[in-house]
């Protein structure tokens, strides 16, 4: 068995990304990993290929070493991070804490020194996947919730626009939105939306038709 290599396989099926300009190394790495259970789904030598393959397949979790050619591997996690692209796991044979703490500040979720040791891979990539994805259902659900205040504040101004144009109440101008909503089938705050639209568009024709100037050629201006 490959010296990295645990002694209990299993079927996890984790997809994972190795960059390392050491070929002996990715290739023994590779059998290590999938004797593990984990599935390899590309090897790479240096970070821009990373950065690309990473792009393309989505791994679940990114091993690289930190002194890749081309893109260093703190770089390359950065970039990854930024585009919640997949996590990374740092391989390296320098132990400096100022290269530790580079490697933290970019996101680096894991930090393993060469040669890799059988008891400290697989722990490490769990973690790490499970890190990763607590992290992104968190962004996951301040988005969400980003958007629906967003959509509620739609609404209540859209509620305000019909209440003024067509003397109606507040649960009246609820009940107009909510019925469009379910006629286009479109949700509650993209119908507000395009009421708010509407009206701007509508106000600004009538402020260009009171300065003598045709809407159409203020919106050729605006281009």
């Not at 989505?58 to 692209?85: M, N, Q, Y």
């Not at 997949?86 to 500040?105: F, G, K, N, S």
């Not at 101004?157 to 939105?177: F, G, H, P, T, W």
Request: net charge neutral; aromatic share 4%.
């Amino acid at each position: 068995m490959n010296a990295f290599a645990t002694s209990d396989p299993t079927n996890r099926r984790l997809r994972l990304l190795i960059a390392d300009p050491d070929l002996a190394f990715r290739q023994n790495l590779r059998t290590a990993l999938e004797e593990t259970g984990y599935r390899v789904v590309r090897m790479v030598a240096d970070g821009i290929a990373a950065v690309e393959a990473a792009r393309r397949l989505r791994p679940d979790v990114v091993l690289a070493e930190i002194a890749l050619p081309c893109l260093s591997g703190i770089h390359l996690a950065e970039i990854l991070k930024t585009e919640h692209v997949a996590p990374v796991i740092a391989l390296t044979t320098v132990d400096e804490p100022l290269l530790i703490r580079q490697a933290a500040a970019a996101g680096i979720s894991s930090y393993l020194l060469k040669p890799v040791r059988a008891v400290s891979l697989e722990p490490a990539i769990e973690i790490v996947h499970a890190q990763w994805a607590t992290h992104r259902q968190r962004e996951r659900y301040v988005q969400w919730m980003q958007k629906k205040e967003s959509a509620r504040e739609a609404i209540d101004r859209a509620k305000q626009v019909l209440m003024d144009e067509n003397n109606l109440s507040e649960a009246e101008a609820y009940r107009s939105i909510q019925t469009r909503s379910m006629r286009l089938r479109r949700s509650m705050g993209d119908v507000a939306e395009a009421i708010l639209v509407s009206r701007s568009v509508v106000q600004q024709s009538t402020e260009s038709d009171h300065r003598g100037t045709p809407h159409s050629l203020q919106l050729e201006a605006a281009r």
